[in-house]
């Protein structure tokens, strides 16, 4: 489909817009109200045939004003912002914020209208939120010698659905029957032992108990000379003495340097068991923007992990409470209030999360009590009774008896009143 195609598009689905102020600045004319700006997204949006939905603005910016004692997460309300709902948050990432919401709300999928450059993290993620039935819709960057003003007739001259297209309002026969991702736990989908599960779709089904890994292969480095299965084996082996579930899946994020040494990211999968091995930076595919970009670094991973994570939950949502478990193995995480606040959440919900952080004095790939030397002393996983971070992590089994204590003592104290 050719960029500046004209595509006949109608969704009655709830739009969330959001809107990274640095990259495209709000008009200078309109920031002590920003109501017009705001109508005039809303109607440029139906006359692309986003029409009736609630439009919920997020606005994002580093250099937005914040409380330090917040972690760098700020919500405050708009200044005179008098039509449609909006909030500024200053966030290390705008793409986590996507998948919570694209998680939350439903029944079925929204639509995104995203007003950022389209670099790093972003392009894919929005491409994953495509391929799980959502619609979005991003501004093209201007030429240099002109602006976006967000009227209504630069807007439509600039948004462009992902893959290509401009879409406007026609009505289409059979709208209703826009999926509606409340089915989705109906839906089976098969595992391919020769495919790579890395997000870019939805996971394979799994049901009942089941643990999944997520492992800084670079800040927790595998043995030297590990085949896959040899790597799986261990880690699954150590976390079954442990009492989580054998149904166990591990995705190890890698550098350019551990790719070269073992050659486990592109191609296909060549190995029996469940263990994925993902490209830590960030890759923007050359199908979107005609480059391929790599970015190895820890804050890359970082964002890349917890996107997945999220999208793991998604796609893998428990039937019991605490029945899936979450390991992580990174060190970058503790301490990071941020991060930590997001992971609280997927505790919140009774998924078990355990972070393993390596340290010097037990980061050994190339002992015989690896990995379990790391479990057992650089574990540390959320106390249930204070929601922090607890020295010494309850097993599932010993968590999933005090999650039923709390339900006991909670049905005792409402039998009383």
Do not use: Q
């Given at each position: 489909m050719g960029e500046d195609e004209t595509i006949d598009f109608e969704s009655l689905k709830q739009t969330l817009v959001f809107w990274n102020m640095d990259d495209y600045p709000i008009p200078v004319d309109t920031t002590d109200d920003l109501g017009p700006v705001f109508g005039d997204i809303s109607k440029a949006l139906d006359l692309m045939g986003f029409r009736l939905g609630f439009m919920d603005v997020r606005l994002y910016s580093e250099q937005h004003n914040y409380d330090k004692k917040l972690a760098d997460i700020i919500r405050p309300s708009l200044p005179k912002c008098r039509s449609y709902s909006g909030c500024v948050y200053k966030v290390p990432d705008i793409t986590l914020h996507m998948i919570l919401h694209a998680s939350y709300i439903g029944p079925g999928p929204v639509n995104f209208f995203v007003i950022a450059k389209p670099q790093r993290e972003l392009l894919r993620v929005l491409q994953c939120l495509k391929l799980r039935r959502h619609n979005v819709l991003l501004v093209k960057p201007p030429p240099p010698d002109e602006e976006c003003?967000?009227?209504?007739?630069?807007?439509?001259?600039?948004a462009r659905l992902l893959g290509g297209g401009k879409p406007r309002y026609n009505p289409l026969q059979g709208y209703m029957d826009e999926f509606d991702s409340s089915l989705e736990k109906y839906i089976e989908i098969k595992e391919d032992v020769s495919k790579t599960v890395d997000f870019s779709e939805r996971i394979p089904t799994v049901r009942g108990p089941r643990t999944a890994v997520f492992w800084d292969a670079v800040d927790c480095p595998f043995p030297p000379s590990s085949s896959p299965d040899a790597i799986y084996y261990s880690i699954s082996?150590?976390?079954?003495?442990?009492?989580?579930?054998?149904?166990?899946?591990?995705?190890?994020?890698?550098?350019d340097d551990d790719n070269k040494k073992g050659s486990w990211l592109g191609g296909?999968?060549?190995?029996?068991?469940?263990?994925?091995?993902?490209?830590?930076?960030?890759?923007?595919s050359p199908s979107l923007f005609f480059f391929l970009v790599f970015i190895w670094d820890k804050a890359s991973r970082r964002i890349r992990m917890l996107n997945d994570m999220f999208l793991w939950a998604r796609d893998s949502p428990r039937g019991m409470r605490y029945e899936a478990s979450l390991v992580l193995f990174a060190d970058q995480f503790i301490g990071a209030a941020y991060y930590i606040n997001m992971l609280q959440r997927l505790d919140d919900i009774r998924y078990h999360i355990l972070l393993v952080t390596p340290t010097l004095d037990i980061n050994k790939p190339e002992t015989p009590q690896w990995?379990?030397?790391?479990?057992?002393?650089?574990?540390?996983?959320?106390?249930?009774?204070?929601?922090k971070i607890s020295e010494e992590p309850p097993s599932p089994k010993k968590h999933e008896a005090l999650a039923a204590a709390e339900e006991e003592e909670t049905r005792k104290t409402l039998q009383m009143i």
């Open positions: 003003l967000f009227s209504v007739d630069s807007l439509l001259k600039y082996s150590a976390l079954v003495e442990r009492e989580f579930s054998d149904n166990i899946t591990i995705w190890a994020y890698l550098d296909d999968k060549t190995w029996a068991s469940r263990i994925y091995f993902l490209p830590g930076g960030v890759i923007i990995p379990g030397l790391l479990i057992d002393r650089g574990a540390a996983t959320f106390a249930l009774e204070t929601c």
